[in-house]
């Protein structure tokens, strides 16, 4: 899919957003078939609690951690630098909270609240193909996290 029309799809889906939940699960579906990945998940970080949690996925299964601690896993890596982590080979980052057994590289970029300082969600795209993701994809993944920020105000 072209940036421009992916763009333009993000921003209609958050503009008529009537129920986040159905929103998110629509804008995982589209992130997945944009660019034919295996695996899209949306996440809350809620800092309160010290946890991550899935709001929705789109792919084959579920996620094996639906929710987990803030400073695990490639996810708190995002949080605690409050930039994307992509890692063409997770099963050289010990990081890596195996959530695929076929998963060979990720790509998790943050959501900032409206201050543009705190992340207070995450998308999180996968591939079993190694080195999947290019620099043009992770800014293009950035930008798309900037339109959909609204969908984390509470």
Known sequence: MERDNLMKDLHSLVSTAKDRVATLQDIAELLRSSGSYRWVGLYDVDHAAGVVKNIVWSGPSAPEYPMFPITKGLTGAVISSGRAVNVGDVEADPRYLTAFGTTRSEIIVPVFDGTGESVV????????????????????????????RPLWRR
């Open 121 to 148: 969600g995450t998308i999180d795209v996968e591939s079993e193909k190694p080195n999947a993701f290019t620099d043009d994809l992770q800014t293009l993944l950035e930008a798309c996290s900037r339109v959909i």
